[in-house]
């Protein structure tokens, strides 16, 4: 099992934040409780007891509830100090002297998720993307997967829904062999394009990395984007175990 959980909340939830404007996205109320204690609880399940937050906008806020809501855990704190005008990738590469070289698991910020799944990706070994392979009556807003012979071969939104077998549900994980040769091709890109997606990496590496599709099976996710996937998200937290 991976001993290091890193969690993507440097960003300001652009499309959310018109209808919270005094939040950051992950202390939106759901049932009660900000959506950050889910993702923590579900760490606490499975667990890890070394959480990394990538922290950038409302960061001071944001450390207070990671401490209050995972005291059972070692949390290291990194900070983007460009999250403002850079995306993901940028972020978790301000975290590339702790991680690379380590396996570790990354999980998107803003995400709702039935525990089970994080709980199969750290049981997996080496690298591996959680991935949805059932059907939807309309294209989902995430990187979509390709898999051959078991193995995932491409990833992100510029697959079409035929040429893709899955989509990418925002938990990633990296084993220590893979991660320094991510965080290498990671700067590369970041250098052209400071708003590329942390999944872009795995393109060039996938070629000479193995990355395992772990299935979501009949487990339910979702990503909370906008001030409307918040009711749902809520319901979707009352059906979960």
Known sequence: MPVKAVILWAGCGRRIRKDYPNLHKAMIPLNGKPLLAYILQNIEGIGIKQIIPILGYMQDQM???????????????????????????????CASRLLSGEDFIVINGDMVFDRHILSDM???AGNAIATDMNSYPSQLDSPRVAICDGHITDVGRHLTIREADGYAVGIYRFSAESSEDYFHIGESIVSGNPNAGYH???????????????????????????????AKAEALLKTLT
């Open 63 to 93: 450390l207070d509830a990671v401490r209050h809501y995972a005291p059972f855990a070692e949390v290291a704190p990194i900070y983007n100090p460009d999250y403002e005008r850079t995306n993901n990738l940028a972020s978790l590469l």
């Open 200 to 230: 872009e990496p795995i393109i060039q590496l996938c070629r000479t990395a193995l990355f395992k599709p772990v299935s979501t099976r009949q487990y339910r996710w979702m990503d909370v984007d906008e001030s409307s996937d918040v």
């Open 122 to 124: 750290a049981a997996c």
